[in-house]
């Protein structure tokens, strides 16, 4: 059956037929994954060239990571074979894929940030003179290593003082250390700069002319089409296409990716322009925030942009209480505020969806009925204790508006697809009937339908004459949902966009991001 | 449709008596061991005054260990709440009047709720790393605060009333029993259905989610460790009716108990898993075991060891049976997708 040459000979006529250049690394072959509950992937085969970049994309959900775990050993297919270089393996564990050549860049970075940039490298494979660690020798090849990658640094440094980009650079080193022929790198830019991920981009360059083959798993289709070569699009644990990057173009991709084309990515509607809502006046918080003041509008989103660090998280904390701040005040439709705790700012009719779901917006072993009603343990009551059918009632009825995919409302949230756990966040904070809502990266690593019932979500908030702050790095969903735009940087305002404005634009924000002036 | 909601709700009940059932059959083997001596009345009757001491401490244990803390000054909680209580029988309370027994038992419930919130606020106000500082700390003041009020010997004289809970058997069960139970069932429906129970849950299972949420998450905490000081001091009005005495050195296994009963039981030491009826399975497993060792004979320091032993196998146990139920989940998967 798996006769290895025919394997090879298979594979060489379509490499003639295809015009492929290159010789095949690896391939899966009809790979079926099962989980309590689904079918992660059905009979997906993928195939990677060498010295290539294949862009792996498909929704959230669509098994993209389960795939990754088949690659590194952290799962193991049901059915399906495994090829590299033309001979079946059984990647049974981490260690066997490792062994096999397949390195992995996980999107969550496994650095130790107590250690230094030569511990992380060697981690459990030292470089031993003796019984002894040979640490003059493995410096040296560290700084060998981070040199050849593009990012120069000491190896004596503690990682915790490293940027996110040289901290991922010692991930792709430790890949380059052991030997892989193949690096999978998951979301790589999703905490990444502008000018890190630059470097990315050249550092990848750099990997393909070793010949080394690169799976790029990313929802960023400007940068799929970057630096890829080979596209292969994934939908519900299925194979549903593969081609060069010349033969797709981005309709095409998300048309794959949903099953359905897609009009129009930003359904932005304009409401009419309210009362104002909130005014912050000189908040300042020493070393993070400098004399912020600004005004949202009911029935308005006002966007805030920036590069990573510009202090637009650290203004939204500031303001809901969740941070300490050194001074300023907060007026709530024109009624000075005080807001110490998170309490205070829900109290005062206030919602923060945060930027990280899964560390500060989810109970993820909790029901999907417990986290929608996280923020309001209090109010629904039957004398002392709880009611629960109310809760039942409000909790399907959340379901139904917000398209919450889940088996039932006692499910685990954490079992849920990342576009559904945010549904799971908004919903919370929309229980609490608040007037004035802050959006902290609302899609984020959620796929493009959820992005897409995230902006009808905003639009009824609007349309309700309710406030929206809204935190994104990406400038087309600034441009596509704001009506209003403040850009930071470096803990300062430095402009603020009307919609109807010439600045409105991504030139002029990107510049003031940078700290230009806008004429 | 019911089909399917049954399923689950039957799947969870076997899960659930699985504890119950190693329980039983622990008891079994200890029957055949004592050749039926373990299921004496006398000895059924002993077992039900033991269970309330531990079990009561392991509840307040609980609530602790929900939020992913833990109490290592129950012990001690139990001691310095009936020696406070001695020491003021003692100098204002001597007389065996009504009044006297119903104002120590108050001021013992008191003196170790205070004592209980002083741990949660330590650890709020304070900033203290992590409880099982704080708690460590307290672990040996409030034991040492016994030992100097009470001039480390113990004190007897309570009035009657007092010693009422300990040792009173209506319709031959113990009193204390009865209360163990309706503090169970209180408890059960405090944890899972009122709005400080989720918040209990939900601190535990994601402190910085519940916080953002606006969930007063120090309270919570402060309340906790409030309330694992009142059902110790509670377990100690019960240990004051067996003994008819205050001792100075009581219930120094106590915490460990306590924390073994609620593992034993299915609880998370991470916070946000475990209920009651568990915990007192635990508490139950823990009684038995000691009785039983003590019937055949066993020295204490062999009890020890199969103590130890045993919350290892419970924990390993649930560990295997989480494993066992996650992969006959997959498989129903593959075998519902294979025939569709």
Redesign the interface.
Known sequence: MSDPIFQIHEKQKRSVITGMKHEVIMELKHITKYFPGVVALDDMSFTVRKGTVHGLIGENGAGKSTLIKVFTGVNQPDKGEIYIDGKQVHLSNPMASKAAGVGCVYQELNIIQELNVTDNLFLNYYMKKGPLCDYKAMHKRASEIMEELGQPVDPHTECSKLGLGVQQTIEIGKSILSDARLIIMDEPTSSLSESEVEQLFKTIEMLKEKGIAIVFVSHKLEEIFECCDDITVMRDGKWISTSPVEEMTKDLLISHMVGRSLENLFPKEIAPKGEEMLRVEHLNSVGVLNDISFSAYAGQVLGFSGLVGAGRTETMRAIFGADPRDGGEVYIQDKKVRICCPADAIHNKMAFLTEDRKGEGLILEASVLNNLHLATIDRDRKGLLLDQSKHRRIGEENIATYKIKTPTLDTPVGSLSGGNQQKVVIGKWVNTDADIYIFDEPTRGIDVGAKIEVYHVMNDLVRKGKCVLMVSSELPEILGMSDRVIVMRHGTIMAEIDRDTEHFNQEDIMKAAWGGTLS | MTEQKTAPKLKDAISKLGPLLALALICIGLGIATKGNFFSSTNVFNLLRQVPIVALMSVGMLCVILLGGIDLSAGSLLAISTGVTAVLMKKFFTADTVFNAVILIVICLVVGTVAGMLNGLLLTKLHLPHPFIATLGTKNMYRGITLVIMGSASIAGFPKGTLVIGTAEPFGIPLSFILTMVVFVLMH?FLS???IG??I??FG??A?????????TDRVQVICYSLSGFFCALAGVVYIGRLNSAVPLASQEGDLDAIASCIIGGASFLG??GNVWGTLIGAFMITVIRNGCNLMGVSSDLQLIVIGAIIIVAVFVDVVRSRME?NA??????KA?AAA
Do not use: D, F
């Not at chain 2, 916080?211 to 007063?216: D, E, P, S, V, Y």
């Open positions: 429906v259905n009122s709005p989720r918040k849950y939900s299972g994601n910085e989610a519940a916080r953002l949420a606006g969930i007063n946000g898993k996650a989940k997959r498989l129903a998967v593959a997708s």
